[in-house]
């Protein structure tokens, strides 16, 4: 079985990343695409991530009823902060039979070099890269292993920009699921 790794905090998890997610399906790569819920980035500031069982809740609720993604907490389990490499040697060990390939946004390409172990990482799988803003068709890296994926959507906001339309009582139908927003205001989230 040939599965899609997105990894991210999702926080929140939003309409950006399930279109990246149905676009990648489409285009037949995947079996199924698994949501990474990372807990503790070693590059992001953990202070301003809502709280990992919150963001884990999130995903579930926002694809619980699209049967070829699946929530992932297999980080929650593991030493923070949270190494991909280390991720993906567990997921190997507890799925010997699948094929795993990475899921990235071009922002995360731009900083892959700081990744621990990134050329093992580089070596060992397929990485698909998608754009995350309009006009950026520069490939940091080049490599056999990365697919610069150019035709799939962009990304119409970021989960730092939605974060700051909820600090500001602004609507943000547009961009999250409808349960993803009764959670998110159920929980006082943001």
Request: aromatic share 12%; with cysteine.
């Amino acid at each position: 079985m040939n599965i899609g790794l997105f990894f991210g905090s999702f926080n929140p998890i939003h309409n950006g990343h399930l279109a990246i997610a149905g676009f990648l399906k489409q285009k037949a790569l995947f079996d199924q695409i698994w949501l990474v819920v990372s807990p503790n980035n070693p590059l992001k500031e953990k202070e301003k991530l809502a709280d990992e069982n919150h963001r884990l809740n999130m995903v579930k609720l926002a694809i619980q009823d699209v049967p070829f993604l699946h929530v992932c907490d297999i980080e929650f389990s593991l030493p923070a902060p949270s190494y991909t490499v280390d991720t993906l040697n567990e997921i190997e060990r507890q799925y010997p039979d699948y094929n795993f390939s990475l899921i990235l946004g071009a922002d995360n390409i731009e900083n892959f070099q700081q990744w621990k172990n990134y050329k093992e990482i580089l070596n060992r799988y397929q990485i698909y890269v998608y754009p995350r803003h309009k006009g950026n068709d520069e490939h940091p890296i080049e490599h056999t292993n990365i697919i610069y994926i150019n035709d799939a959507p962009l990304l119409p906001v970021s989960a730092t920009e939605i974060r700051s339309l909820l600090q500001q009582n602004k609507t943000v139908t547009e961009y999250l699921p409808d349960l993803v927003i009764q959670y998110i205001k159920g929980k006082q989230l943001f």
